[in-house]
């Protein structure tokens, strides 16, 4: 069964530091990956998503991800870290739906980030 | 702007009463949309995925009866909390995403249902 896996459940850096978020999958075939960024009481914004192709995903507000298939792991990073960051971040594999799509999208538990002036 | 208009952001409603939530998309054709419900500091759960002009498909352990999904037209579906009582109480957030191909999955902001 496909499964999302945040290690980490509570993050706290400096402002200006860099940021780690780990994210393990288990997926049977070659997953969809996001990156998902939400604010209290707010929707979903995407950050990056890999679907193929360079393992390494450049997304908005200065995130990247690296898609490493041998350890099933999707790792979201940011060199340095901004107050407006705080939020909850959320890894998902999407289950392919063809013609590129995604179906429904399998969510980890979530990474909450706190960042200290 | 938004792509995926979803209302009302918030709701209050006596236990025993039904509660509609719509979930618009905006300027494109959304052939499939996605209910998902998040408890307080929790992740998103799929409750159901809903094809324009089909019934829609529940995940195990979501009553149908209970969470009625209809998605009759392009850029509409409506999630009906039929009635609701206190534990319905929670999140819910609503995607869609058109047939094209590679099409984006917009997320609406969510509906804060509170049953009383």
């Known amino acids: 069964a496909q499964s999302v896996t945040q290690p980490d459940i509570h993050i706290t850096v400096s402002e200006g530091a860099s940021l780690e978020l780990r994210c393990n999958y288990s997926y049977g075939a070659t997953p969809y990956l996001f990156w998902y960024v939400q604010s209290p009481g707010q929707g979903l914004q995407l950050l990056l998503k890999?679907?193929?192709?360079?393992?390494l995903v450049q997304g908005i507000k200065g995130f990247e991800a690296e898609f490493k298939r041998s350890q099933s792991s999707f790792n979201l990073r940011k060199p340095s870290v901004h107050w407006s960051d705080a939020a909850e971040y959320f890894c998902?594999?999407?289950?392919?739906?063809?013609?590129?799509?995604?179906?429904?999208?399998?969510f980890g538990q979530g990474t909450t980030l706190q960042v200290k002036p | 702007g938004a792509v995926v208009s979803q209302h009302p952001s918030r709701v209050i409603c006596k236990s025993g009463t039904s509660v509609k939530i719509e979930c618009r998309s905006l300027?494109?054709?959304?052939?499939?949309m996605f209910w998902y419900r998040q408890f307080p500091k929790q992740s998103l759960m799929l409750m159901a995925t809903?094809?324009?002009?089909?019934?829609?498909?529940?995940e195990q352990g979501v009553e149908k009866d209970k969470f009625l999904i209809n998605h009759a037209s392009l850029t509409l579906s409506t999630l009906t909390v039929t009635s609701a009582h206190p534990e319905d109480s929670s999140f819910y957030i609503c995607s869609a995403r058109s047939q094209l191909y590679n099409s984006p999955l917009h997320f609406g902001n969510g509906t804060r249902l509170t049953v009383t």
């Open positions: 998902a594999v999407g289950v392919p739906a063809g013609s590129g799509n995604t179906g429904k999208l399998i």
């Open positions: 890999y679907f193929s192709g360079d393992t």
């Open positions: 809903s094809n324009e002009g089909s019934k829609a498909t529940y």
């Open positions: 300027d494109f054709q959304a052939t499939t």
